[in-house]
């Protein structure tokens, strides 16, 4: 799969009514024909899709929309933008697997091993959301 950021969207329609969308993808146009997909899609979303060239044309074949990406971009974009409940589950548990994965070959004991990656993953967690301000950032680089 290829991840990339929806830049623009245009409705197309053919002589015959049949309807698909232009996706302009990190420069490159792509068509997609799915209707499932119609109005869901916006500008600015980060999306994992895969592609085949017919022609001239780049049909997407499979898409799917990332919760987490877009949830941060949104947030990001507008930090008064609050964050639902779901999506901040989403982060926390994106947070925690990142941390768990970043710990695991560490040779502590489990319960400390646990309190660091609990840490690591509320370290990660304000930074999705936007409240890990930049000079906190650089101190936690090592």
């Given amino acids: 799969m290829i991840k990339g950021k929806i830049e623009y969207i245009q409705e197309n329609e053919l002589s015959d009514g049949r ?3 232009t996706l302009t993808i990190e420069g490159k146009d792509y068509s997609l024909w799915d209707k499932k997909y119609f109005g869901k899609l916006k500008e600015g979303q980060v999306v994992d899709f895969e592609s085949r060239k017919s022609g001239n044309y780049n049909n997407i074949t499979e898409i799917d929309i990332d919760p987490l990406i877009n949830t941060i971009e949104e947030h990001r ?14 982060i926390r548990m994106s947070s ?9 070959d560490i040779s502590v004991d489990l319960e400390k091993k646990v309190d660091l990656a609990l840490n690591v993953a509320r370290q990660f ?6 409240e890990l301000e930049d000079e906190e950032l650089e101190e936690l680089k090592i």
């Fill in 96 to 104: 925690i697997k990142s941390a768990s994965y970043m710990v695991k």
């Fill in 125 to 130: 967690e304000k930074y999705a959301i936007g």
């Fill in 19 to 21: 309807k698909y969308l």
């Fill in 77 to 90: 974009v507008n930090p008064n933008n609050t964050i639902n409940p779901r999506e901040m589950q989403i």
